[in-house]
């Protein structure tokens, strides 16, 4: 069974500044991908970034960066000079396989961080 | 560029009614997943499908929940005999994947179905 942990149920960051939210995961696969989605108060899920498994290098993208501890089981989302639209829920998800087949997949979700960027 | 589209996006009914979901995914994806989502709380798995096959289903699926997905295209979550627990935000998701295969590729959401049961 795969489980996330997000510690921080909620966050305020001055805006401009960078910002570290917490994911810990924990899980017997040996492939497995790591995945953060942002929800603002609409509803909608956002993709934002993705680190597998076996990737060497921590996954960026744009304003956001995974730093991804393999050994302690921890990918923790970064969010440099963040923006009044940053604020938002973030979940953390981990692909895993669901059943017997290999390549069904499902993702298993956090609870969730909230974030708020004060102006 | 037209992501996943669901409908309807509010539903509010009464208890013991039947409800029925939609969910356009993205016109490429082979994938396509439900979850459900209660206040306070991460999405949560339910189904599965690859194509039109139903390949997976949680146990939180109980049998007044069905799905399908006729012809691997649009997808809709049937929940019968509605219950006050059954209120919830009901999202849909799809990706892209080969058959057999785990998959890098980002699960894509629609806004989701938020259910209402008086």
């Known amino acids: 069974a795969q489980k996330i942990t997000q510690t921080q149920p909620g966050m305020f960051v001055q805006e401009k500044e960078a910002v570290t939210l917490d994911c810990t995961y924990d899980t017997s696969d040996q492939s497995y991908g790591l995945f953060w989605y942002k929800q603002p108060s609409s509803g909608e899920m956002i993709f934002l970034i993705y680190?597998?498994?076996?990737?060497?290098q921590n996954a960026t993208e744009g304003r956001y960066s995974l730093n991804f501890q393999k050994a302690r089981k921890s990918a923790n989302l970064v969010i440099s000079a963040s923006q009044l639209g940053d604020s938002a829920m973030y979940f953390c998800?981990?692909?895993?396989?669901?059943?017997?087949?290999?390549?069904?997949?499902?993702?298993?979700f956090g609870t969730g961080t909230r974030l708020t960027i004060i102006p | 560029d037209t992501g996943v589209s669901q409908d309807p996006r509010h539903k509010i009914t009464k208890r013991g009614q039947n409800v029925t979901f939609r969910c356009d995914p993205i016109?490429?994806?082979?994938?396509l997943y439900w979850y459900r989502q209660t206040l306070g709380q991460g999405p949560e798995f339910l189904t599965y499908f690859q194509n039109e096959a139903q390949l997976e289903k949680s146990r939180l699926l109980s049998d007044r929940f069905s799905a399908e997905r006729p012809k691997g295209s649009f997808s809709t979550l049937e929940i019968q005999r509605t219950e006050q627990g059954d209120s919830a935000m009901y999202l849909c998701?799809?990706?892209?994947?080969?058959?057999?295969?785990?998959?890098?590729?980002?699960?894509?959401f629609g806004d989701g179905t938020r259910l209402s049961i008086l």
């Open positions: 680190q597998g498994s076996y990737d060497e």
């Open positions: 998800a981990m692909r895993g396989r669901v059943g017997s087949n290999f390549g069904n997949e499902k993702l298993t």
């Open positions: 016109s490429e994806h082979n994938r």
């Open positions: 998701a799809s990706s892209l994947g080969e058959d057999s295969h785990y998959s890098n590729q980002p699960q894509h």
